[in-house]
């Protein structure tokens, strides 16, 4: 690691004030995405700011609202039994993500902030990269791009989002809480992340100075019935090639209401709008799942080795579908 | 650079000591502190050989900042035996020949015991995906899974 100074924030107020415009600074929470990058010359922050010791630990559950500060470990959050009952698909975000430590270590806003597994941006031996040196090309276009994008992407960067626990935030419409040097405010989770369209080196909307200090969503009683089906090479400890988070409102049979949100195939936490509107009204079946599926994948662009990722996530979808619709909830 | 002074608990004893701010948790035991059980794998969170407890919660030492542990209690592998007397899962892992290198093994009876505490009788999948986060070249996991199982079932009895 470069050296850099080492600061340590009790309160989001000094996180803030100790924020330095004029110099590269970082805040560090749980270290599993920024200590490792800084140890592979990635990123090179000449200022740290620890914010673990500025609360955001809060887990609060009412009748129909869910409340989860940035700071909360994702081993904490995953734990939750009441969480584990009412939105399945949260809590199996977590828990099928990264291995027992690093579960122990991240934080949840860590968690939705860490970036791209992309070989080529991880390693700086590679001299085109866009998103670690704009403008220097991409690698991974003519490289070994098995694992990356087929929807969302672009011409400059077909780099997959990472994160499990995001696809979950997405779907069950969630906000995100943040404070800045210019006041806290509100956003959309599904408005933090942008496309990488011809700045991939841009990846959420937050100003450089501004802090997550929680997730909130609207929790309803069907969300019971939700699931994440994450697939990957190996069966634990794996990033996903892809998944899918899904929760259905089912009435007298009918969907009233579906939530799809796909990982490990988009460059950015993915949900599938057009998907969820045609099951409504429909049975769930394996025709109408499989349907929901395709329109799921339409405008998937794969690349050469990527080629098996649209029809690998239909699949995927497909039986997050039938499995959701076969769940007593 | 400024050096940080750390007052931390390791295995019970309070440790002071002074780091960087660019040094690791894992780099403070091992060079400064000669707690040269745990092992640097990959220094990217991928093997787990790093493995401690902090404040009785398993991390990997690698991606925690020397600094980061000032006020925070350690356990590393040097504080499991008692003395000459073993803890059962150094024993059970002698027993069934669980080690071949051995760089993997601090690491995987430190995570191993951390798994034991939150799950005293645990079926072969939950320790297999419980100590997903360790890797081992070597031994091909058989022989880890059993001494673990193995471990449990005698602890359980005691
Ligand atoms: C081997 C390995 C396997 C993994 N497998 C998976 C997996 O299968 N699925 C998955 O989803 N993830 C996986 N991960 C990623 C892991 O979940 C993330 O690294 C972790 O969640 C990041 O959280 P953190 O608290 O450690 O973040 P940090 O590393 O501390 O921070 C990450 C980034 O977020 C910023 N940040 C952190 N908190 C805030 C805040 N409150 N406000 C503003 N900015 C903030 C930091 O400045 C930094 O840029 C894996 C990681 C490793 C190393
Ligand atoms: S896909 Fe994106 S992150 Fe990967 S090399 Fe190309 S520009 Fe870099
Ligand atoms: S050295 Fe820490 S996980 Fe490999
Ligand atoms: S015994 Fe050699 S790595 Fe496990």
Redesign the interface.
């Given at each position: 690691?470069?050296?850099?100074?080492?600061e340590r924030a009790t309160s989001p107020e000094s996180a803030i004030a100790a924020f330095h415009a004029d110099r590269a600074t970082s805040f560090?929470a749980?270290?599993?995405t920024l200590?490792?990058l800084m140890?592979?010359d990635v990123v090179r922050p000449e200022r740290?700011i620890?914010i673990?010791a500025l609360g955001a630990n809060e887990i609060e559950i009412s009748e129909d609202r869910l409340r989860l500060g940035a700071s909360v470990r994702m081993?904490d959050a995953e734990a939750q039994e009441e969480l584990r009952r009412r939105v399945p698909m949260l809590t199996q975000s977590l828990a099928l993500a990264?291995?027992?430590?690093?579960r122990?270590?991240a934080t949840l806003a860590g968690n939705v902030l860490q970036r791209t597994r992309c070989p080529y941006f991880r390693d700086v031996s590679w001299s085109a990269c866009n998103k670690r040196l704009p403008g220097s090309g991409c690698a991974a276009m003519a490289g070994f791009n098995r694992q990356h994008a087929v929807l969302g992407a672009s011409d400059a960067c077909i780099a997959t989002y990472p994160s499990d626990f995001a696809q979950a935030l997405i779907a069950l419409d969630a906000t995100v809480d943040v404070v800045g040097r210019r006041g806290r405010r509100q956003l959309p989770f599904a408005k933090l992340h942008v496309p990488p369209g011809r700045t991939p080196e841009v990846e959420t909307t937050l100003a450089p100075d501004e802090l997550i200090l929680g997730f909130e969503m609207p929790i309803e009683p069907w969300m019971s019935r939700s699931l994440y089906l994450k697939i990957r090479d190996r069966d634990?400890?794996e990033f996903a090639l892809a998944s899918a988070a899904v929760a259905l409102e089912v009435d007298g049979g009918a969907v009233r209401q579906a939530r799809i949100a796909l990982g490990g195939v988009a460059a950015v936490p993915w949900r599938a709008r057009e998907a969820e509107q045609a099951l409504i009204g429909r049975v769930l079946d394996e025709a109408s799942c499989q349907l929901a599926a395709d329109i799921a994948f339409a405008k998937a662009q794969p690349r050469e080795h990527n080629a098996y990722k649209p029809l690998l996530g239909r699949q995927t979808v497909a039986r997050a579908l039938l499995q959701a619709a076969a769940m007593e909830a | 650079?400024?050096a940080?002074h750390v007052t931390t608990k390791i295995n019970g004893d309070v440790v002071d000591y002074v780091c960087?701010?660019?040094e690791?948790l894992l780099d403070v035991l091992r060079n400064r502190l000669g707690l040269t059980g745990a092992k640097e794998g990959c220094?990217?969170?991928d093997c787990?050989a790093c493995?401690v407890t902090i404040d009785g919660?398993?991390?990997?030492s690698?991606?925690?900042?020397g600094?980061?542990a000032d006020g925070r209690e350690i356990g590393t592998i040097e504080g499991m035996a008692k003395g000459d007397e073993l803890h059962p899962l150094q024993r059970k892992f002698l027993e069934h020949a669980a080690l071949q290198c051995g760089i993997c093994t601090p690491g995987i009876l430190v995570?191993a015991k951390?798994?034991l505490e939150h799950n005293p009788k645990p079926t072969e999948t939950e320790v297999?995906?419980?100590?997903?986060?360790?890797l081992c070249r070597c031994t091909g996991y058989d022989k880890i899974v059993r001494a673990v199982m193995d471990a449990a079932q005698e602890m359980r009895r005691a």
């Open positions: 690691m470069r050296p850099f100074i080492f560090l749980g270290g599993t200590l490792d140890k592979l740290v620890d673990n081993a990264a291995s027992t430590q690093l122990h270590m634990s400890y | 650079m400024s940080i960087e701010a660019d690791t220094s990217t969170g787990g493995s919660r398993l991390t990997c690698c991606l925690v900042l600094a980061e995570a951390s798994l297999r995906f419980g100590l997903a986060g360790n």
